[in-house]
C-alpha cells in the first residue's frame, strides 16, 4: 500500500497545529532518497552507532516484517557522512528480509546497488568509505534524527515529499 506523506498531512494537520506536537513530526527535507523504492512505511526499529555498522548487519539479518508489514530501520549515525553505514550487500539481506525501508541520520554507499534494492533509503549522503567494525552501537533505543526524537515503534512514512515520523499508525 502506497501511503502520500502529503495526504498523511492534510488528513491530521489539526495535529500540527499545536507547536508542541510531539506526536507527528516532520524531517527536514535534508535526506536523498536512493533505495530501489521512493515510498516507504512501517514501525521504527532503532539503532545508534557512530562509524560502525556491525548493529546494522544484525538487524537486516533479521526478519523486518512485524505482524505482516516490513518495519523501518532508523539508524542514528549521528549525522556523520565520513563513513557509509549502509551498502549495496546490506541493502540486498534487508529487501529480502522484509524491511520496508532505512532511514540514515548519516551515509549510505553502492548507489548503483542501493537503487536496484526493493526497499527504500533515505540518507544525507553518499560515502564510499566502509565503516569499521568493532561491535559497537545500540539497537531499540530511543534516537534523535534531525532533531526529532524517534522511539522504537514510532510509525515512519516516508516519500519524495519528505519524512513522517509518528507515535501512532496513521493508516
Same mark, same amino acid.
Given at each position: 500500500m502506497t501511503l502520500s506523506v502529503c495526504d498523511l498531512c492534510d488528513t491530521h494537520e @489539526?495535529?500540527? @497545529?499545536? %507547536?508542541? %506536537?510531539?506526536?507527528?513530526r516532520i524531517l527536514p527535507d535534508v535526506y536523498k532518497s536512493y533505495g530501489g523504492k521512493m515510498s516507504f512505511h512501517g514501525q521504527a526499529h532503532t539503532l545508534r552507532c557512530f562509524e560502525d555498522n556491525s548493529r546494522v548487519r544484525e538487524a537486516v539479518a533479521q526478519p523486518g516484517q512485524l505482524n505482516g508489514v516490513g518495519r523501518v530501520l532508523v539508524i542514528d549515525g549521528g549525522g556523520m557522512t565520513r563513513r557509509a553505514l549502509v551498502g549495496g550487500n546490506l541493502a540486498v539481506t534487508a529487501a529480502k528480509n522484509g524491511w520496508a525501508g532505512i532511514l540514515v541520520h548519516g551515509a549510505v554507499r553502492d548507489i548503483a546497488e542501493l537503487r536496484v534494492a526493493s526497499l527504500g533509503i533515505k540518507a544525507l549522503a553518499l560515502c564510499p568509505l566502509r565503516t569499521d567494525k568493532r561491535g559497537l552501537g545500540d539497537a531499540g533505543v530511543p534516537v534523535m534524527i534531525s532533531g526529532h526524537l524517534v522511539q522504537p515503534g514510532d510509525w515512519v512514512y516516508a516519500d519524495e515529499d519528505g519524512v513522517l515520523i509518528s507515535s501512532v499508525a496513521l493508516h
Amino acid at each position: 500500500m502506497t501511503l502520500s506523506v502529503c495526504d498523511l498531512c492534510d488528513t491530521h494537520e @489539526a495535529e500540527f @497545529a499545536g %507547536s508542541n %506536537s510531539k506526536q507527528l513530526r516532520i524531517l527536514p527535507d535534508v535526506y536523498k532518497s536512493y533505495g530501489g523504492k521512493m515510498s516507504f512505511h512501517g514501525q521504527a526499529h532503532t539503532l545508534r552507532c557512530f562509524e560502525d555498522n556491525s548493529r546494522v548487519r544484525e538487524a537486516v539479518a533479521q526478519p523486518g516484517q512485524l505482524n505482516g508489514v516490513g518495519r523501518v530501520l532508523v539508524i542514528d549515525g549521528g549525522g556523520m557522512t565520513r563513513r557509509a553505514l549502509v551498502g549495496g550487500n546490506l541493502a540486498v539481506t534487508a529487501a529480502k528480509n522484509g524491511w520496508a525501508g532505512i532511514l540514515v541520520h548519516g551515509a549510505v554507499r553502492d548507489i548503483a546497488e542501493l537503487r536496484v534494492a526493493s526497499l527504500g533509503i533515505k540518507a544525507l549522503a553518499l560515502c564510499p568509505l566502509r565503516t569499521d567494525k568493532r561491535g559497537l552501537g545500540d539497537a531499540g533505543v530511543p534516537v534523535m534524527i534531525s532533531g526529532h526524537l524517534v522511539q522504537p515503534g514510532d510509525w515512519v512514512y516516508a516519500d519524495e515529499d519528505g519524512v513522517l515520523i509518528s507515535s501512532v499508525a496513521l493508516h
